[in-house]
């Protein structure tokens, strides 16, 4: 589409807030109960489907499509950086199938197989570097290149949208950007609204279960947080982490000393 990128986001904000607006008054939370958690999967397996195509794509785009001839420098460069990049990607994955595999072993005591499975990816990053570091600081691997905290620009971090150009769609056609937006908006603000409803929901058994009352959640992360985020150029970004099940299972007792063999109640 012909149009502002920020104009076209702005108008997606507008939508998701209104849709959450629409869902928070229908109390539509309790209805997660009947859904259980094949939305949530959904959601998660399409989010891990595109992290898993980011990062083929991203793996793969190095490879020349042509085997290249060794006449120029240039050329040996690039297949040097391909075959390191593919290595040091297959490094991270046999680390982490690893830590995966440890995890589930019996060589450390509880809390410390925890810990390695909560740091898997930290720990993944830690080891690729110094791999990279030891065996490959002569090739021209390609970084994140994050700049000294000395040459940051506070001034960047919030790029406050012009009002006056948020009905200036040059050459798109309005019908076709607030349809677009509508649709875009409104399955964003649904797999937001889910997710906060899930993460509110108390399901250490089937009697056990009960609804959050914390109908601040989904305005923060439904209405608020889109509606900043569209105003001053932040990223679109999910409030699941506001409340999660593993803070919400306190909302529930249970008999602390159950007998043996016998679930908690």
């Known amino acids: 589409m012909k149009t502002d990128y920020q104009v076209f986001r702005f108008w997606i904000g507008i939508y998701i807030a209104a849709f959450g607006v629409l869902l928070i008054s229908l109390?539509?939370?309790?209805?997660?109960?009947?859904?259980r958690r094949s939305l949530e999967e959904l959601f998660s397996g399409f989010i891990s489907l595109f992290l898993i195509l980011k990062a083929l794509f991203s793996m793969f785009k190095v490879i020349p499509q042509n085997i290249p001839q060794p006449e120029k420098p240039e050329d040996l460069i690039k297949a040097s950086r391909a075959a390191v990049h593919l290595f040091l990607a297959f490094c991270m994955l046999t680390f982490s199938i690893f830590i995966n595999k440890l995890k589930g072993s019996h060589y450390f005591r509880r809390k410390m197989r925890y810990w390695l499975g909560a740091f898997n990816v930290p720990l993944g990053i830690i080891f690729v570097s110094i791999m990279a570091a030891l065996f490959f600081s002569s090739y021209p691997v390609v970084k994140l290149n994050i700049p000294p905290a000395v040459h940051a620009d506070p001034s960047s971090w919030v790029n406050v949208i012009d009002f006056a150009k948020i009905n200036n769609y040059q050459s798109a056609s309005p019908v076709t950007i607030h349809i677009s937006a509508f649709i875009i908006g409104g399955l964003t603000s649904l797999l937001i609204f889910t997710e906060i409803a899930l993460n509110s929901i108390t399901a250490l058994k089937p009697k056990a279960k009960k609804p959050s009352p914390f109908v601040i959640?989904?305005?923060?992360?439904?209405?608020?947080?889109?509606?900043?985020?569209?105003?001053?150029?932040?990223?679109?970004?999910?409030?699941?982490?506001?409340?999660?099940?593993?803070?919400?299972?306190?909302?529930?007792?249970v008999d602390p000393h159950p007998p043996?063999?016998?679930?908690a109640e």
């Open 260 to 263: 043996p063999g016998k679930p």
């Open 27 to 35: 109390n539509l939370s309790s209805l997660v109960i009947y859904a």
């Open 217 to 253: 959640d989904h305005v923060l992360t439904v209405v608020v947080f889109p509606l900043t985020c569209c105003i001053v150029g932040w990223p679109f970004m999910s409030g699941v982490p506001v409340r999660t099940i593993a803070n919400t299972m306190a909302l529930v007792q």
